[in-house]
């Protein structure tokens, strides 16, 4: 079992920057063999992908944050984060980190329970 704990939402105006932190509780073998994301859900819309890491550490990020924002991890604390950059209004959403995979025989997939950001024009 493991459990996400988000961080450092708020609200910006836009141009401004945030940084969004998110750690895990578990077992640490285990949370460093999967996957992690960052995503993001505005109301009325679905929840999309905003970044993601491989275990390996290779990074994805859609072309709507593609050089404003940035994922990165402390494998050691357990915590990934997300830089948010020259942020919008449009990036107006509640965030939600994710870690996902499959070890052997048993798949993971778990949230955080968000972290409101609100940008303001």
């Known amino acids: 079992q493991l459990q996400l704990v988000e961080s450092g939402g708020g609200f910006v105006r836009a141009g401004g920057s945030l940084r969004l932190s998110c750690t895990a509780s578990g077992n640490i073998n285990i949370i460093n063999a999967l996957d992690w994301g960052w995503y993001r859900q505005a109301p009325g819309k679905q929840r999309d992908l905003v970044a993601g890491?491989?275990?390996?550490?290779?990074?994805n990020y859609p072309d709507s944050v593609r050089g404003r924002f940035t994922i990165s991890r402390d494998n050691a604390k357990r915590t990934i984060y997300l830089q948010m950059d020259d942020l919008k209004p449009e990036d107006t959403a509640v965030y939600y980190c994710n870690i996902h995979g499959r070890i052997l025989f048993n798949q993971y997939d778990y949230w955080g329970q968000g972290t409101q950001v609100t940008v303001s024009s």
């Open positions: 890491m491989s275990r390996g550490g290779s990074t």
